[in-house]
């Protein structure tokens, strides 16, 4: 079930020594029949070992970044992680945080979002990775939750990777998802934009009410032009039915909001398309954010998608140093949306994301509080309700 | 490609833009770039330095915002400065270089960011409102960024203060006031 990605799928696939013999690895393999496999000798940029035919230049020239990045989104790199696994999402300077912890299996998302972040961030090592040694990021979460039983952890896998894309190559979320349900002080939030859940309504059974799935979601005038190679906004809403049927609570992420004609027009409806299949009360949190981008993602989208008008928006330097609307244009949309969802139900649990302490007085009449349905969000205690499997999917 | 004489009003003037660039110590990627210009592009551009003599600080702002909006509007560089508006003040009698320099680059950001300039000149206008009717005068914040608005309040005499509480509860019910506010909270 779900779409047809083999339009996503890496050309070439390079296999460091150290993770030739993990299971994983055979695994990606396996399924990736089509792929040239090359296992490499030491550790290194992959980039560097394409041939002069592989990359369309002659011996001697290089790659621009920006070339670099495009050809990074065909190469996949399996290898072991090697630093620290979980980490306090580094939210922004000056803006307001919901406490999130990340996990990142792997680098890099070959879904290639015009906005997408991972342009400025991963420009001088583009190539997709996925970490083959995942026990060791499972230990790590478990370590860290019974060091502090007292704590409640939200941690989240899709900070720089869409926590779907490959699953069905790695089949990742077999091992994450019932290990977390085991936990009592973890909820683990997948995020994409991808319809790749088959694992997880398999899963119906061990999740145990601790993993919530989330979508970006976006007006479809955005999502159609600048979310180049994601599923449609109705595939990712089945895909959401698909697990609410199976007993998960899931999430929504309005981000980035865009500003263009006709955005009220556009996100009104992307609100009433999700909540006309999609039970409120199966839903986690919904966040909303307004495109942001470092300024040097200015260049790099106007190279890389130069039809997008995402660069050439109503935008100043903000304090984080992000471009970002001008406020009344910002606090305009956030309210917007902020009042659609909250017209859905009235206690839906919305946060904004890296917003201003004046967003959240304006939008929403002061700073998140305890005991309000953005508890869970916010807070660092307590626990899941666990909803029961509502059917087949 | 070389840089040669040109006159918007179609006559042939002694303006030359390597002179030009010479003369305002352009120098490295910002000459280089006009000079890759092609020929419209660089007499449009040639119309506007020889009206305003920008430094080249300022030129490079031009440059920076007039590119956007081609850029964004899938038009040419020429098309942006051959604009009725920039043609205006260009041809705007009384007003001093450093006038046009101003108004060029103010109208280029209007160009750029027509939303963003509405809504600071909508502000403005507001400020004023508040001034002529209440004689206090409104601190906007920076990039309109932020819940606050500041008042500055400077009096001659213990009597002048005294006045201004009345000032405030007048200035508290004006309605400009309240739409400041609803301006910066996007509610308008």
């Known amino acids: 079930m779900g779409r047809d990605r083999s339009h996503i799928h890496p050309d070439i696939v390079f296999v460091s020594p150290e993770a030739k013999d993990d299971a994983l690895t055979r695994r990606v393999i396996e399924r990736l029949p089509d792929a040239d496999i090359r296992y490499l000798s030491r550790d290194g940029d992959p980039l560097s070992e394409l041939s002069p035919d592989e990359t369309g230049l002659s011996s001697g020239q290089e790659l621009s970044e920006v070339d670099r990045f495009t050809a990074g989104k065909r190469l996949l790199l399996l290898t072991r992680y090697k630093g620290s696994w979980l980490k306090a999402c580094p939210g922004t300077s000056s803006h307001v945080c919901c406490n999130l912890w990340i996990v990142n299996p792997g680098e890099g998302c070959p879904l290639d979002c015009t906005y997408c972040y991972l342009q400025s961030y991963l420009k001088r090592n583009p190539t997709l990775k996925l970490y083959t040694n995942t026990a060791e990021l499972l230990e790590a979460i478990g370590e860290r939750a019974s060091q502090n039983p007292d704590r409640l952890y939200r941690v989240g896998t899709g900070e720089l990777i869409d926590s779907l894309v490959w699953d069905d190559l790695t089949d990742f979320t077999r091992e994450i998802v019932p290990f977390i349900g085991s936990l009592p002080n973890v909820i683990l939030e997948l995020k994409s934009k991808d319809d790749c859940v088959d694992n997880l309504v398999d899963l119906r059974d061990t999740h145990n009410g601790n993993t919530v799935v989330s979508w970006s979601v976006n007006a479809r005038e955005v999502s159609e032009k600048d979310e180049a190679a994601t599923a449609t906004l109705d595939e990712r809403i089945a895909a959401a039915e698909r697990v609410v049927a199976a007993g998960y609570r899931v999430g929504f992420h309005f981000d980035p909001l865009v500003f263009f004609d006709g955005w009220e027009e556009g996100y009104q409806e992307a609100v009433e398309s999700i909540f006309s299949r999609i039970p409120s009360t199966a839903v986690a949190w919904v966040s909303v954010s307004s495109l942001r981008y470092q300024p040097d993602m200015q260049r790099i989208m106007m190279e890389r998608f130069p039809d997008s008008s995402l660069p050439f928006g109503e935008q100043f330097q903000s304090k984080d140093s992000k471009l970002r609307y001008v406020q009344p244009i910002r606090f305009k949309m956030l309210r917007f949306v902020w009042e659609q969802l909250k017209s859905v139900r009235e206690d839906m649990p919305v946060y904004m994301c890296m917003e201003s302490s004046a967003a959240w007085r304006s939008i929403n009449g002061g700073a998140p509080v305890a005991g309000s349905e953005l508890a869970e969000v916010f807070t660092r205690r307590g626990r899941l309700p666990i909803l029961p499997s509502s059917g087949p999917a | ?188």
């Open chain 2, 1 to 188: 490609m070389t840089a040669s004489a040109h006159s918007q009003a179609g006559g042939t003037t002694s303006f030359s833009l390597e002179d030009f660039m010479s003369e305002r110590r352009i120098e490295g990627v910002l000459r280089d770039r006009i000079l890759k210009l092609d020929t419209k592009d660089q007499q449009a551009l040639s119309s506007i330095l020889e009206e305003s003599h920008p430094s080249a600080n300022t030129l490079r702002d031009i440059l920076r915002l007039a590119s956007e909006v081609a850029a964004r509007d899938k038009i040419s560089l020429a098309e942006v400065f051959t604009q009725e508006s920039v043609s205006l003040l260009l041809g705007r009698e009384g007003l001093s270089r450093k006038d046009k320099q101003r108004l060029i680059k103010k109208e280029m950001e209007r160009l750029r960011y027509p939303e963003r300039r509405r809504l600071e000149d909508r502000a403005q206008e507001l400020c004023r409102e508040l001034v002529k009717d209440t004689g206090l005068r409104m601190e906007l914040p920076k990039d309109l960024e932020g819940g606050t608005i500041a008042v500055r309040v400077s009096e001659r005499s213990p009597e002048g203060f005294a006045e201004i509480a009345d000032k405030f509860n007048q200035l508290s019910q004006h309605p400009s006031c309240v739409s400041l506010f609803n301006l910066l909270n996007g509610v308008e």
